[in-house]
């Protein structure tokens, strides 16, 4: 596997992503020409997982860790757009800007997640990245908004360019991904692209970022933001019933490896941690100290007590590592475990929802977190 490249892994969520019709968005570097009639020579290529390690890395400054108080709620940009019409729009991304003149018809959705988003907004998208599960297309979650749409699958490895631009594209999203600058700069070539932010580490844009970053690239800002408001009034409602929630110090843990555990935390740099922050719940001290930079941060089998807070959230990405975690002496003496403060997440759909962390698959997260949380902190009192 090409190491170079940001390597998202599927086994982080898993019990654990015909010619170019409107301007190609601007970028800050130059790049070598895309032949969209041959490209099968290019030797750039997006490695994007290994399925046997998060291992994804960025060179985003990291910020200085806070367990201050979790925010009312993730912030969401704002847009505003003509009456009449959405083009031409321009939005900013990792790599500069790109410009979008006219309402896009051929999508390709190159993200993880990117195309639930698509769906969601009843975009069809003509492509969408292959992640992990056994569905043909989409998950659950998504089947309704899929309908009797039959989108070409792009594998979840490397990119083929030349795969791409055959599709003709007149607009390329990669909001959950990790794309690289030259990646950029041949994908643009063949169509105008989106990437991911610039503020966040590769995957940790919070999903009502991505979402309105995605609603505006395909004129349909305010459809988005009423699906960000429809979601996140279901988690003001959860925060709002469940005030003893607030403060509480919750430490997101998964397991991943081939025969032997290997143990990871996830902090504020995660989107799938801030999930747990629009609770109420923080990111314990020495967890945040770890930093900010990356959606995950290893830890070894020694380091397990850093887990020891209020409640301990487990995605093991590999379900037969699960004994590894139950019969680790050091898990084992721990206040949260003895205490029955752990929260497993072993359901494929669930820990699949809640590594896409979309507006489709959050309500299925939120039906199997909020019991759970429930019982685990009321043994708080216990």
């Given at each position: 596997m090409n190491r170079r490249k940001s390597n998202l892994v599927a086994c982080v969520a898993l019990v654990a992503l015909a010619s170019t019709a409107a301007a190609c968005g601007s970028d800050d570097t130059?790049?070598?020409?895309?032949?969209?009639?041959?490209?099968?020579?290019?030797?750039?290529?997006?490695?994007?997982?290994?399925?046997t390690s998060p291992s994804v890395t960025t060179d985003a400054e990291a910020a200085t860790p806070t367990t201050a108080a979790a925010p009312d709620t993730t912030e969401v940009p704002t847009t505003e757009s003509p009456a009449d019409a959405d083009f031409p729009v321009t939005i900013e991304h990792a790599f500069g800007s790109t410009t979008i003149e006219a309402e896009p018809k051929r999508v390709v959705s190159l993200g993880f997640n990117d195309h639930d988003v698509l769906?969601?907004?009843?975009?069809?998208?003509?492509a969408i990245r292959a992640w992990y599960g056994d569905y043909e297309y989409v998950w659950p979650w998504a089947d309704e908004a899929l309908g009797d749409l039959e989108p070409t699958v792009i594998d979840s490895g490397d990119l083929s360019f030349e795969q791409i631009a055959a599709l003709g594209p007149d607009l390329i999203i990669g909001q959950y991904i990790g794309f690289e600058s030259d990646d950029y700069d041949l994908l643009s070539q063949i169509a105008p692209t989106v990437a991911q932010s610039g503020d966040y580490p590769n995957f940790g844009t919070p999903w009502q970022v991505s979402t309105m970053t995605i609603g505006e690239a395909v004129g349909r800002a305010d459809e988005a933001a009423d699906l960000i408001a429809e979601?996140?009034?279901?988690?003001?409602a959860v925060r709002e019933a469940?005030?003893?929630?607030?403060?509480?110090?919750?430490?997101?843990?998964?397991?991943?490896?081939?025969?032997m555990a290997?143990?990871?935390?996830?902090?504020?740099g995660s989107s799938r941690m801030k999930v747990l922050q629009d609770l109420g719940f923080v990111v314990p001290a020495e967890l945040a100290a770890l930093g900010d930079d990356s959606f995950y941060h290893d830890i070894s089998a020694e380091q397990i007590e850093m887990l020891d807070h209020d409640v301990v959230l487990w995605e093991p990405a590999?379900?037969?590592?699960?004994?590894?975690?139950?019969?680790?002496?050091?898990?084992?003496?721990l206040s949260v475990a003895q205490e029955d403060r752990d929260v497993f997440m072993v359901d494929p759909v669930v820990a699949g929802a809640m590594a896409?962390?979309?507006?489709?698959s959050l309500p299925v997260v939120l039906d199997f977190l909020v019991p759970e949380l429930e019982r685990a902190v009321a043994n708080l009192d216990g």
């Open positions: 130059a790049a070598d020409t895309v032949d969209t009639a041959d490209t099968a020579d290019t030797s750039t290529t997006i490695d994007s997982s290994d399925g769906l969601a907004l009843g975009v069809e998208p003509v979601v996140m009034g279901e988690f003001a469940h005030p003893e929630w607030e403060g509480l110090e919750l430490a997101y843990a998964g397991v991943y490896g081939d025969e290997n143990y990871y935390v996830e902090t504020d590999v379900l037969a590592l699960l004994p590894e975690v139950e019969n680790n002496p050091i898990y084992a003496t896409h962390s979309d507006v489709l």
